[in-house]
């Protein structure tokens, strides 16, 4: 089937503003990562959903970050009054397994804050 | 916290010479993973090693789990155009899901 998809794919916005990006994973996975990419460096773990347990939002930089997840379905990263360390790569990934399995990555959405 | 160390950052190498990058953790990890990420695209698993002392071979690429499963090594022979990207490796930690990540190591191919 059709893989992890995120949208949008790019988005620009002023500072301040408030961003909501989505993420679509991959039929039957149970777990959803989110994760930030700053340009040039490596990845920095967001947050993460399994089931319909509670979400481990330990890596949320501050609370103008939230995440939410229905289900084992699409999930959505707020972000609220964008700030311009903002702008990254947001990826999201899903995986079959609860105990550290294989992760599939959606193409990301690229946030530029302006 | 749990910490991944991966070096070198970059490495700039000629077609054809070979290529390492390396993991190492202060803390036994269960498992680990290793992935590929082209320039402007997604990280791409490769995979996955378990158990203590661990060789896996993907073509030109070999994988290598430390016997103590605190470090880790890609080695890519013979590089191509093809394997350039950064290379991370990821390794499971205490938590039941959560993979530690290293930085990733860059490679360049010189013109």
């Known amino acids: 089937g059709a893989g992890v998809s995120q949208s949008p794919s790019n988005k620009v916005t002023e500072k301040g503003k408030d961003v909501e990006l989505r993420c679509d994973p991959i039929s039957g996975h149970t777990a959803l990562y989110w994760y930030r990419q700053r340009l040039g460096q490596g990845l920095e773990f967001l947050i993460y959903?399994?089931?319909?347990?509670?979400?481990?939002k330990s890596g949320l930089p501050s609370d103008r970050f939230s995440a939410e997840r229905t289900g084992e379905s699409v999930s959505t990263l707020t972000i609220q009054r964008t700030q311009q360390e903002d702008s990254a790569v947001y990826l999201c990934?899903?995986?079959?397994?609860?105990?550290?399995?294989?992760?599939?990555f959606g193409p990301g959405t690229r946030l530029t804050v302006t | 916290g749990q910490q991944v160390m991966q070096i070198p950052q970059y490495q700039h190498v000629q077609e054809g010479e070979d290529f390492t990058t390396y993991c190492n953790s202060s803390t036994t990890l269960s498992n680990i993973q290793w992935y590929k990420q082209r320039p402007g695209g997604h990280p791409v698993f490769l995979i996955q090693?378990?158990?203590s002392g661990e060789v896996k071979k993907q073509k030109r690429l070999t994988f290598q789990f430390g016997e103590a499963k605190k470090n880790s090594s890609l080695h890519i022979t013979a590089t191509q155009t093809t394997d350039v990207g950064t290379y991370f490796c990821?390794?499971?930690?205490?938590?039941?899901?959560?993979?530690?990540w290293g930085a990733g190591t860059k490679l360049i191919i010189k013109p």
């Open positions: 990821a390794g499971g930690g205490d938590s039941n899901y959560q993979l530690i």
């Open positions: 090693l378990v158990k």
């Open positions: 959903f399994q089931g319909n347990s509670a979400p481990d």
């Open positions: 990934a899903s995986s079959l397994a609860l105990r550290k399995g294989e992760q599939y």
